[in-house]
Protein backbone atom coordinates (compact mmCIF):
# COMPACT_ATOMS: atom_id res chain seq x y z
CA UNK A 1 0.00 0.00 0.00
CA UNK A 2 2.85 2.49 0.46
CA UNK A 3 3.82 3.26 -3.13
CA UNK A 4 6.80 5.62 -3.77
CA UNK A 5 6.45 7.09 -7.31
CA UNK A 6 8.90 10.27 -7.73
CA UNK A 7 10.01 9.85 -3.70
CA UNK A 8 6.60 11.14 -3.41
CA UNK A 9 4.25 8.91 -0.79
CA UNK A 10 0.89 8.09 -2.04
CA UNK A 11 -1.51 7.94 0.51
CA UNK A 12 -4.99 5.60 -0.34
CA UNK A 13 -8.05 5.56 1.11
CA UNK A 14 -8.87 2.74 4.01
CA UNK A 15 -12.59 1.29 3.22
CA UNK A 16 -13.62 -2.24 4.74
CA UNK A 17 -10.48 -3.26 5.38
CA UNK A 18 -8.91 -2.67 2.35
CA UNK A 19 -6.17 0.47 1.16
CA UNK A 20 -7.93 1.69 -2.15
CA UNK A 21 -6.20 3.84 -4.44
CA UNK A 22 -8.38 6.53 -5.05
CA UNK A 23 -8.84 8.68 -9.33
CA UNK A 24 -7.67 12.21 -8.14
CA UNK A 25 -5.20 13.63 -6.02
CA UNK A 26 -4.36 16.63 -3.86
CA UNK A 27 -0.65 17.79 -2.95
CA UNK A 28 0.66 17.77 0.42
CA UNK A 29 3.30 20.45 1.25
CA UNK A 30 6.47 20.18 3.48
CA UNK A 31 5.80 23.38 5.43
CA UNK A 32 9.05 23.32 7.08
CA UNK A 33 10.73 23.50 3.13
CA UNK A 34 7.92 24.46 1.08
CA UNK A 35 8.15 21.16 -0.99
CA UNK A 36 5.51 18.91 -2.52
CA UNK A 37 5.82 15.36 -0.96
CA UNK A 38 2.97 13.36 -0.49
CA UNK A 39 0.06 12.81 -2.72
CA UNK A 40 -4.12 13.19 -0.62
CA UNK A 41 -6.79 11.03 -2.41
CA UNK A 42 -9.36 13.46 -3.46
CA UNK A 43 -12.55 11.51 -2.78
CA UNK A 44 -16.16 12.58 -3.66
CA UNK A 45 -19.15 10.83 -2.82
CA UNK A 46 -18.54 7.69 -4.39
CA UNK A 47 -15.71 7.21 -1.95
CA UNK A 48 -17.91 8.08 1.11
CA UNK A 49 -20.92 5.98 -0.39
CA UNK A 50 -17.86 2.95 -0.25
CA UNK A 51 -16.81 3.95 3.11
CA UNK A 52 -20.34 4.42 4.72
CA UNK A 53 -21.54 1.02 3.57
CA UNK A 54 -18.95 -0.61 5.14
CA UNK A 55 -19.46 0.78 8.03
CA UNK A 56 -22.79 -0.18 8.08
CA UNK A 57 -21.98 -3.68 7.37
CA UNK A 58 -19.55 -3.79 9.76
CA UNK A 59 -22.30 -2.24 12.38
CA UNK A 60 -24.04 -5.75 13.83
CA UNK A 61 -21.06 -7.64 14.74
CA UNK A 62 -19.15 -4.71 16.53
CA UNK A 63 -21.92 -3.11 18.41
CA UNK A 64 -22.42 -6.46 19.90
CA UNK A 65 -19.11 -6.98 21.12
CA UNK A 66 -19.07 -6.76 24.68
CA UNK A 67 -17.50 -3.34 26.08
CA UNK A 68 -14.75 -5.62 27.50
CA UNK A 69 -13.59 -7.02 23.43
CA UNK A 70 -13.69 -3.93 22.38
CA UNK A 71 -11.55 -2.58 24.96
CA UNK A 72 -8.48 -4.65 24.86
CA UNK A 73 -8.85 -3.80 21.22
CA UNK A 74 -8.45 -0.51 21.73
CA UNK A 75 -5.64 -1.16 24.15
CA UNK A 76 -3.79 -2.91 21.20
CA UNK A 77 -4.10 -0.54 18.97
CA UNK A 78 -3.00 1.99 21.83
CA UNK A 79 0.11 -0.20 22.00
CA UNK A 80 0.98 -0.43 18.10
CA UNK A 81 0.87 2.84 18.09
CA UNK A 82 2.83 3.48 20.91
CA UNK A 83 5.47 0.86 19.57
CA UNK A 84 5.84 3.08 16.65
CA UNK A 85 5.97 6.34 18.05
CA UNK A 86 9.02 7.83 17.11
CA UNK A 87 7.97 7.24 12.99
CA UNK A 88 4.67 8.77 13.85
CA UNK A 89 6.10 11.79 15.78
CA UNK A 90 8.61 12.07 12.68
CA UNK A 91 5.59 12.03 9.92
CA UNK A 92 3.50 14.41 12.15
CA UNK A 93 6.44 17.21 12.31
CA UNK A 94 7.16 16.70 8.39
CA UNK A 95 3.51 16.94 7.63
CA UNK A 96 2.17 19.44 9.82
CA UNK A 97 5.30 21.62 10.22
CA UNK A 98 5.17 21.68 14.12
CA UNK A 99 8.33 20.81 16.34
CA UNK A 100 9.77 16.67 16.30
CA UNK A 101 9.79 17.55 20.38
CA UNK A 102 5.89 18.81 20.25
CA UNK A 103 4.87 15.57 18.38
CA UNK A 104 6.86 13.02 20.54
CA UNK A 105 5.81 14.79 23.34
CA UNK A 106 2.37 15.42 23.29
CA UNK A 107 0.79 14.71 19.74
CA UNK A 108 1.41 10.82 19.80
CA UNK A 109 1.59 10.20 23.39
CA UNK A 110 -2.06 11.84 23.34
CA UNK A 111 -3.12 9.36 20.79
CA UNK A 112 -2.15 6.51 22.35
CA UNK A 113 -3.43 7.35 25.81
CA UNK A 114 -6.89 8.59 24.15
CA UNK A 115 -7.27 4.48 22.79
CA UNK A 116 -6.24 3.77 26.34
CA UNK A 117 -8.58 6.33 28.17
CA UNK A 118 -11.74 5.04 26.62
CA UNK A 119 -10.41 1.68 26.48
CA UNK A 120 -11.04 2.04 30.29
CA UNK A 121 -13.84 4.44 30.46
CA UNK A 122 -16.47 2.07 28.33
CA UNK A 123 -15.84 -0.31 31.25
CA UNK A 124 -17.12 1.96 34.04
CA UNK A 125 -20.37 3.90 32.78
CA UNK A 126 -23.66 2.61 34.66
CA UNK A 127 -27.25 3.84 33.55
CA UNK A 128 -29.70 5.26 35.61
CA UNK A 129 -32.71 3.48 37.37
CA UNK A 130 -35.52 4.88 39.48
CA UNK A 131 -38.30 2.61 41.30
CA UNK A 132 -41.99 3.60 41.93
CA UNK A 133 -42.90 1.21 44.58
CA UNK A 134 -46.33 2.27 44.87
CA UNK A 135 -47.28 2.03 41.05
CA UNK A 136 -45.18 -1.69 41.33
CA UNK A 137 -42.54 -0.44 38.33
CA UNK A 138 -38.88 0.03 38.01
CA UNK A 139 -37.22 2.74 35.07
CA UNK A 140 -33.91 2.13 33.73
CA UNK A 141 -32.07 3.67 30.84
CA UNK A 142 -30.13 1.45 28.33
CA UNK A 143 -27.55 3.09 25.98
CA UNK A 144 -26.97 1.29 22.99
CA UNK A 145 -24.72 2.54 19.92
CA UNK A 146 -25.53 4.84 16.62
CA UNK A 147 -24.51 3.79 13.94
CA UNK A 148 -22.27 5.32 11.87
CA UNK A 149 -20.55 8.27 12.65
CA UNK A 150 -18.74 10.59 10.58
CA UNK A 151 -16.04 12.52 12.19
CA UNK A 152 -14.27 15.20 10.60
CA UNK A 153 -10.73 16.44 12.34
CA UNK A 154 -8.33 19.74 11.45
CA UNK A 155 -4.69 20.03 10.54
CA UNK A 156 -3.63 21.54 13.99
CA UNK A 157 -2.87 17.82 15.97
CA UNK A 158 -3.96 15.81 13.52
CA UNK A 159 -3.55 12.20 14.42
CA UNK A 160 -4.33 13.69 18.25
CA UNK A 161 -7.77 15.33 17.55
CA UNK A 162 -8.78 12.27 15.56
CA UNK A 163 -7.92 9.83 18.14
CA UNK A 164 -10.11 11.95 20.49
CA UNK A 165 -12.77 10.84 17.94
CA UNK A 166 -12.46 7.34 16.88
CA UNK A 167 -11.68 5.68 19.88
CA UNK A 168 -14.85 7.01 21.79
CA UNK A 169 -16.87 6.43 18.92
CA UNK A 170 -15.63 2.54 18.69
CA UNK A 171 -15.42 1.92 22.09
CA UNK A 172 -19.58 2.39 22.27
CA UNK A 173 -19.87 0.28 19.40
CA UNK A 174 -20.36 2.71 16.72
CA UNK A 175 -18.09 2.14 12.96
CA UNK A 176 -16.83 5.25 11.88
CA UNK A 177 -15.88 7.03 8.46
CA UNK A 178 -13.32 9.39 9.38
CA UNK A 179 -12.01 12.57 7.20
CA UNK A 180 -9.01 13.90 8.94
CA UNK A 181 -7.82 17.55 6.92
CA UNK A 182 -6.32 17.53 3.52
CA UNK A 183 -3.26 19.29 4.58
CA UNK A 184 -2.58 16.31 7.25
CA UNK A 185 -3.10 12.95 6.12
CA UNK A 186 0.16 11.14 6.74
CA UNK A 187 -0.75 9.88 10.48
CA UNK A 188 -4.21 8.54 9.66
CA UNK A 189 -3.16 6.61 6.96
CA UNK A 190 -0.31 5.38 9.03
CA UNK A 191 -2.55 4.57 11.66
CA UNK A 192 -4.61 2.68 9.12
CA UNK A 193 -1.84 0.07 8.97
CA UNK A 194 -1.92 -1.19 12.33
CA UNK A 195 -5.87 -1.52 12.80
CA UNK A 196 -5.77 -5.09 11.72
CA UNK A 197 -2.88 -6.17 13.44
CA UNK A 198 -4.77 -4.41 16.42
CA UNK A 199 -7.74 -6.58 15.91
CA UNK A 200 -9.89 -3.83 14.33
CA UNK A 201 -12.80 -6.26 12.50
CA UNK A 202 -12.96 -4.56 8.36
CA UNK A 203 -14.98 -1.96 8.08
CA UNK A 204 -15.10 -0.95 11.72
CA UNK A 205 -12.94 1.96 10.81
CA UNK A 206 -13.01 3.13 7.73
CA UNK A 207 -10.97 6.66 6.62
CA UNK A 208 -11.72 8.71 3.48
CA UNK A 209 -9.17 11.69 2.26
CA UNK A 210 -10.24 15.03 0.94
CA UNK A 211 -11.07 17.91 0.68
CA UNK A 212 -13.86 19.32 3.38
CA UNK A 213 -15.97 20.59 0.32
CA UNK A 214 -15.97 17.35 -1.30
CA UNK A 215 -15.15 14.03 1.04
CA UNK A 216 -16.42 15.88 4.72
CA UNK A 217 -19.66 17.64 2.92
CA UNK A 218 -20.70 14.05 1.16
CA UNK A 219 -20.20 12.48 4.49
CA UNK A 220 -22.34 15.34 6.23
CA UNK A 221 -24.76 15.13 3.58
CA UNK A 222 -24.72 11.10 3.64
CA UNK A 223 -28.46 9.89 4.66
CA UNK A 224 -26.78 7.15 6.39
CA UNK A 225 -24.74 8.86 8.71
CA UNK A 226 -26.84 9.89 12.15
CA UNK A 227 -24.01 11.61 14.00
CA UNK A 228 -21.11 13.83 13.14
CA UNK A 229 -17.94 15.01 15.06
CA UNK A 230 -16.34 17.63 14.11
CA UNK A 231 -13.38 19.96 14.66
CA UNK A 232 -12.71 23.00 13.22
CA UNK A 233 -13.34 26.37 12.15
CA UNK A 234 -16.17 28.19 13.37
CA UNK A 235 -16.98 28.91 9.70
CA UNK A 236 -17.08 25.60 8.50
CA UNK A 237 -19.68 24.45 11.08
CA UNK A 238 -21.80 26.83 10.23
CA UNK A 239 -21.73 25.54 6.88
CA UNK A 240 -21.89 21.66 7.96
CA UNK A 241 -25.15 22.70 10.50
CA UNK A 242 -27.29 23.83 7.38
CA UNK A 243 -26.33 20.71 5.77
CA UNK A 244 -27.05 18.45 8.23
CA UNK A 245 -30.07 20.45 9.05
CA UNK A 246 -32.78 18.23 6.39
CA UNK A 247 -31.58 15.10 8.00
CA UNK A 248 -32.08 16.16 11.58
CA UNK A 249 -28.46 15.02 12.26
CA UNK A 250 -26.84 14.74 15.92
CA UNK A 251 -23.83 17.17 15.61
CA UNK A 252 -20.98 17.73 18.15
CA UNK A 253 -18.85 20.99 17.15
CA UNK A 254 -15.34 21.94 18.42
CA UNK A 255 -14.96 25.24 17.43
CA UNK A 256 -12.37 28.29 17.41
CA UNK A 257 -11.68 30.43 20.16
CA UNK A 258 -10.10 33.64 21.47
CA UNK A 259 -9.08 32.87 24.54
CA UNK A 260 -7.96 35.53 27.49
CA UNK A 261 -5.20 34.90 30.04
CA UNK A 262 -5.96 37.57 33.26
CA UNK A 263 -2.91 38.58 35.40
CA UNK A 264 -4.02 40.44 38.62
CA UNK A 265 -0.68 41.68 40.65
CA UNK A 266 -0.94 39.09 43.06
CA UNK A 267 -0.33 36.03 40.35
CA UNK A 268 3.15 34.28 40.94
CA UNK A 269 5.29 35.62 37.55
CA UNK A 270 7.61 32.63 37.76
CA UNK A 271 4.47 31.01 37.39
CA UNK A 272 2.58 32.74 34.78
CA UNK A 273 5.32 33.66 32.16
CA UNK A 274 6.67 30.84 31.52
CA UNK A 275 3.53 29.46 31.23
CA UNK A 276 1.85 32.63 29.14
CA UNK A 277 4.32 31.62 27.11
CA UNK A 278 3.80 28.63 26.58
CA UNK A 279 0.05 29.24 26.26
CA UNK A 280 0.26 31.79 23.10
CA UNK A 281 3.10 29.86 20.89
CA UNK A 282 3.08 26.53 21.59
CA UNK A 283 2.55 24.48 18.31
CA UNK A 284 3.27 28.00 16.84
CA UNK A 285 0.20 29.25 18.49
CA UNK A 286 -2.07 27.12 16.42
CA UNK A 287 -3.79 25.07 19.02
CA UNK A 288 -7.30 26.47 19.50
CA UNK A 289 -6.67 26.17 23.27
CA UNK A 290 -4.39 28.93 22.50
CA UNK A 291 -4.01 32.34 24.37
CA UNK A 292 -4.23 35.74 22.05
CA UNK A 293 -5.29 38.24 24.61
CA UNK A 294 -3.07 38.65 27.65
CA UNK A 295 -5.07 41.54 30.47
CA UNK A 296 -2.51 42.27 32.74
CA UNK A 297 -3.21 44.53 36.28
CA UNK A 298 -2.14 48.22 35.48
CA UNK A 299 0.90 48.36 38.16
CA UNK A 300 2.59 45.10 37.11
CA UNK A 301 2.00 45.80 33.14
CA UNK A 302 5.60 46.86 32.25
CA UNK A 303 7.04 44.51 34.82
CA UNK A 304 5.51 41.41 33.13
CA UNK A 305 6.16 42.89 29.30
CA UNK A 306 9.58 43.96 29.83
CA UNK A 307 9.80 39.92 30.69
CA UNK A 308 7.48 38.66 28.68
CA UNK A 309 8.81 40.32 25.14
CA UNK A 310 12.74 39.13 26.69
CA UNK A 311 11.49 35.78 27.07
CA UNK A 312 9.76 35.49 23.62
CA UNK A 313 12.26 36.48 22.08
CA UNK A 314 14.30 33.51 23.53
CA UNK A 315 11.94 31.06 21.68
CA UNK A 316 13.97 29.49 18.93
CA UNK A 317 12.12 29.31 15.26
CA UNK A 318 13.76 26.92 12.66
CA UNK A 319 13.99 23.50 11.41
CA UNK A 320 11.15 21.61 13.05
CA UNK A 321 13.38 18.25 13.47
CA UNK A 322 16.02 19.94 15.29
CA UNK A 323 15.17 19.43 19.01
CA UNK A 324 16.32 22.55 20.19
CA UNK A 325 13.97 24.02 18.72
CA UNK A 326 10.59 25.96 19.66
CA UNK A 327 8.70 27.28 17.19
CA UNK A 328 7.89 25.18 13.62
CA UNK A 329 6.93 26.10 10.21
CA UNK A 330 3.10 27.29 9.81
CA UNK A 331 0.78 24.94 8.29
CA UNK A 332 0.40 26.70 4.78
CA UNK A 333 1.44 29.56 2.37
CA UNK A 334 -1.79 30.91 3.10
CA UNK A 335 -2.30 30.41 6.82
CA UNK A 336 1.29 32.42 7.43
CA UNK A 337 -0.02 35.21 4.69
CA UNK A 338 -3.31 35.23 6.62
CA UNK A 339 -0.88 35.75 10.37
CA UNK A 340 1.25 38.21 8.58
CA UNK A 341 -1.40 40.12 7.61
CA UNK A 342 -2.99 40.60 11.03
CA UNK A 343 0.22 41.84 12.44
CA UNK A 344 0.51 44.60 9.18
CA UNK A 345 -3.49 45.42 10.13
CA UNK A 346 -2.56 46.33 13.58
CA UNK A 347 0.38 48.21 12.87
CA UNK A 348 -1.43 50.30 10.37
CA UNK A 349 -3.84 50.40 13.42
CA UNK A 350 -1.51 52.28 15.54
CA UNK A 351 -0.60 49.43 17.78
CA UNK A 352 2.47 48.49 18.58
CA UNK A 353 4.69 45.39 17.48
CA UNK A 354 7.24 44.52 20.54
CA UNK A 355 8.89 41.28 18.53
CA UNK A 356 8.60 39.24 16.37
CA UNK A 357 7.13 39.80 12.72
CA UNK A 358 8.70 42.96 11.20
CA UNK A 359 10.58 43.62 14.12
CA UNK A 360 12.88 40.88 14.84
CA UNK A 361 14.94 39.56 11.92
CA UNK A 362 14.90 35.37 11.16
CA UNK A 363 17.53 33.41 9.96
CA UNK A 364 16.98 30.29 8.73
CA UNK A 365 18.96 26.85 7.31
CA UNK A 366 19.59 26.82 3.96
CA UNK A 367 17.31 23.76 3.33
CA UNK A 368 14.16 26.01 4.96
CA UNK A 369 14.04 29.07 3.26
CA UNK A 370 10.73 28.42 1.51
CA UNK A 371 9.28 26.79 4.73
CA UNK A 372 6.07 28.48 6.59
CA UNK A 373 7.91 30.27 9.31
CA UNK A 374 7.19 33.50 11.34
CA UNK A 375 8.91 34.34 14.73
CA UNK A 376 6.60 34.84 17.84
CA UNK A 377 5.32 38.36 18.11
CA UNK A 378 3.60 40.19 20.43
CA UNK A 379 1.52 43.06 20.02
CA UNK A 380 0.35 45.84 22.63
CA UNK A 381 -1.58 49.16 22.71
CA UNK A 382 -4.05 47.41 20.72
CA UNK A 383 -7.88 48.29 21.30
CA UNK A 384 -10.59 45.68 22.20
CA UNK A 385 -12.54 46.32 18.83
CA UNK A 386 -9.39 45.77 16.98
CA UNK A 387 -9.63 42.43 14.89
CA UNK A 388 -6.38 41.20 16.24
CA UNK A 389 -8.73 41.15 19.65
CA UNK A 390 -11.60 39.86 17.98
CA UNK A 391 -10.60 37.44 15.49
CA UNK A 392 -8.94 33.99 15.69
CA UNK A 393 -5.42 34.39 14.28
CA UNK A 394 -4.20 31.10 15.14
CA UNK A 395 -0.97 31.87 14.84
CA UNK A 396 2.15 32.54 17.14
CA UNK A 397 0.73 36.11 17.52
CA UNK A 398 -0.19 37.65 21.07
CA UNK A 399 -1.65 40.68 22.02
CA UNK A 400 -1.28 42.06 25.78
CA UNK A 401 -3.02 45.46 27.65
CA UNK A 402 -3.47 47.02 30.83
CA UNK A 403 -6.45 46.68 33.21
CA UNK A 404 -7.38 48.34 36.39
CA UNK A 405 -10.40 46.10 37.66
CA UNK A 406 -12.29 43.20 38.15
CA UNK A 407 -15.43 43.81 37.08
CA UNK A 408 -13.44 45.71 33.95
CA UNK A 409 -11.77 42.71 32.78
CA UNK A 410 -14.30 40.14 33.32
CA UNK A 411 -16.45 42.31 30.89
CA UNK A 412 -13.64 42.91 28.38
CA UNK A 413 -12.10 38.68 28.64
CA UNK A 414 -16.10 38.33 28.02
CA UNK A 415 -16.22 41.12 24.83
CA UNK A 416 -15.62 38.30 21.69
CA UNK A 417 -18.28 35.67 19.88
CA UNK A 418 -15.61 32.75 21.29
CA UNK A 419 -16.25 31.40 24.61
CA UNK A 420 -13.51 28.23 24.89
CA UNK A 421 -10.86 28.60 27.40
CA UNK A 422 -9.33 30.90 29.53
CA UNK A 423 -6.51 30.89 32.33
CA UNK A 424 -6.73 33.43 35.24
CA UNK A 425 -3.38 34.25 37.45
CA UNK A 426 -4.14 34.98 40.94
CA UNK A 427 -2.96 33.59 44.57
CA UNK A 428 -6.24 34.79 45.85
CA UNK A 429 -8.70 31.90 45.86
CA UNK A 430 -11.23 33.90 46.30
CA UNK A 431 -11.01 35.94 43.13
CA UNK A 432 -10.24 32.83 41.46
CA UNK A 433 -13.41 31.44 41.95
CA UNK A 434 -15.41 34.64 41.61
CA UNK A 435 -13.83 35.44 38.08
CA UNK A 436 -13.65 31.59 37.01
CA UNK A 437 -17.51 31.60 37.74
CA UNK A 438 -18.30 34.67 35.29
CA UNK A 439 -16.30 34.47 32.37
CA UNK A 440 -18.08 33.13 29.34
CA UNK A 441 -15.46 29.74 28.96
CA UNK A 442 -16.18 26.14 28.52
CA UNK A 443 -12.76 25.98 30.46
CA UNK A 444 -11.09 28.07 33.24
CA UNK A 445 -7.42 26.91 33.86
CA UNK A 446 -6.39 29.12 37.14
CA UNK A 447 -2.56 29.51 37.69
CA UNK A 448 -1.66 26.83 34.38
CA UNK A 449 -2.79 25.84 31.19
CA UNK A 450 -3.23 22.57 29.18
CA UNK A 451 -3.44 20.45 32.51
CA UNK A 452 -6.50 18.16 31.65
CA UNK A 453 -8.27 15.20 33.06
CA UNK A 454 -10.06 13.53 30.29
CA UNK A 455 -12.73 12.65 32.24
CA UNK A 456 -14.15 15.64 32.29
CA UNK A 457 -16.07 17.88 29.82
CA UNK A 458 -14.14 19.61 26.95
CA UNK A 459 -15.74 22.21 24.69
CA UNK A 460 -16.41 25.61 24.13
CA UNK A 461 -19.56 28.03 24.93
CA UNK A 462 -21.17 30.54 22.02
CA UNK A 463 -19.13 30.49 18.72
CA UNK A 464 -17.03 28.19 19.98
CA UNK A 465 -19.08 25.11 19.72
CA UNK A 466 -21.68 22.91 20.76
CA UNK A 467 -21.74 19.81 23.61
CA UNK A 468 -19.34 18.55 25.31
CA UNK A 469 -16.74 15.50 25.03
CA UNK A 470 -14.83 13.75 27.65
CA UNK A 471 -15.32 10.47 29.50
CA UNK A 472 -19.36 11.03 30.41
CA UNK A 473 -20.01 13.05 27.73
CA UNK A 474 -18.14 11.32 24.75
CA UNK A 475 -20.20 7.79 26.03
CA UNK A 476 -23.72 10.50 25.86
CA UNK A 477 -23.07 11.82 22.47
CA UNK A 478 -21.66 8.56 21.14
CA UNK A 479 -25.10 6.46 22.40
CA UNK A 480 -28.97 6.98 22.02
CA UNK A 481 -30.52 6.68 25.41
CA UNK A 482 -33.53 4.83 26.00
CA UNK A 483 -35.72 5.01 29.38
CA UNK A 484 -37.59 1.01 29.79
CA UNK A 485 -40.08 0.78 32.55
CA UNK A 486 -40.94 -2.82 33.70
CA UNK A 487 -44.35 -3.50 35.75
CA UNK A 488 -45.09 -6.38 37.58
P1 LIG B 1 -11.55 23.92 9.02
O1 LIG B 1 -12.89 24.20 9.56
O2 LIG B 1 -11.11 24.62 7.80
O3 LIG B 1 -11.42 22.37 8.66
C1 LIG B 1 -11.64 21.35 9.61
C2 LIG B 1 -12.04 20.08 8.89
O4 LIG B 1 -13.29 20.27 8.25
C3 LIG B 1 -11.07 19.65 7.80
O5 LIG B 1 -10.99 18.24 7.77
C4 LIG B 1 -11.76 20.16 6.55
O6 LIG B 1 -11.41 19.47 5.38
C5 LIG B 1 -13.21 19.93 6.89
N1 LIG B 1 -14.16 20.76 6.15
C6 LIG B 1 -13.97 21.99 5.61
N2 LIG B 1 -15.10 22.41 4.98
C7 LIG B 1 -16.02 21.43 5.14
C8 LIG B 1 -17.38 21.27 4.75
N3 LIG B 1 -18.00 22.21 4.02
N4 LIG B 1 -18.02 20.15 5.09
C9 LIG B 1 -17.41 19.21 5.82
N5 LIG B 1 -16.13 19.28 6.22
C10 LIG B 1 -15.44 20.39 5.89
O7 LIG B 1 -10.55 24.11 10.21
P2 LIG B 1 -8.95 24.01 10.16
O8 LIG B 1 -8.44 25.25 9.52
O9 LIG B 1 -8.55 22.68 9.63
O10 LIG B 1 -8.60 24.01 11.72
C11 LIG B 1 -8.40 25.14 12.47
C12 LIG B 1 -9.64 25.47 13.26
O11 LIG B 1 -9.98 24.40 14.11
C13 LIG B 1 -9.44 26.65 14.19
O12 LIG B 1 -10.57 27.48 14.15
C14 LIG B 1 -9.30 26.00 15.56
O13 LIG B 1 -9.62 26.82 16.65
C15 LIG B 1 -10.24 24.87 15.44
N6 LIG B 1 -9.95 23.85 16.44
C16 LIG B 1 -10.82 23.66 17.49
C17 LIG B 1 -10.54 22.71 18.47
C18 LIG B 1 -11.48 22.46 19.63
O14 LIG B 1 -11.36 21.41 20.25
N7 LIG B 1 -12.40 23.34 19.95
C19 LIG B 1 -9.37 21.97 18.39
C20 LIG B 1 -8.51 22.20 17.33
C21 LIG B 1 -8.81 23.13 16.36
Sequence with gaps: SKQLIMA???????????????????????????????????????????????????????????????????????????????????????????????????????????????????????????????????????????????????????????????????????????????????????????????????????VVFGTGAKAGEALVCHPDVPLISFTGSTLTAQRITEKSAPYCKRLSLELGGKNPAIIFNDADLNQCIPTTLRSSFANQGEICLCTSRIFVQRDIYSEFLNKFVAEARKWKTGNPSDPTVDVGALISKEHLEKVRNYVKKARAEGARILCGEGVDSLSLPPGNQKGYFMLPTVITEVKDESCCMQEEIFGPVTCVVAFDTEEEVIKRANGVKYGLAATVWSSNVGRVHRVAHRLQSGLVWTNCWLMRDLNLPFGGMKASGIGREGAKDSYEFFTEVKTITIKH
Excluded at 103 to 121: E, H, L
Aim: proline share 6%; glycine share 6%.
Design 8 to 206: LLVLENFIGGKFVPCSSYIDSYNPSTGDIYCKVPDSGKEEVEAAVRAAKDAFPIWSSKSPLERSQILNKLADLIEHDLEAFAQAESKDQGKTITFARTVDIPRAVYNFRFFASSILHHVTECTEMATMGCVHYTSRAPVGVAGLISPWNLPLYLLTWKIAPAIACGNTVVAKPSEMTSVTAWMMCRLLEKAGVPHGVVN
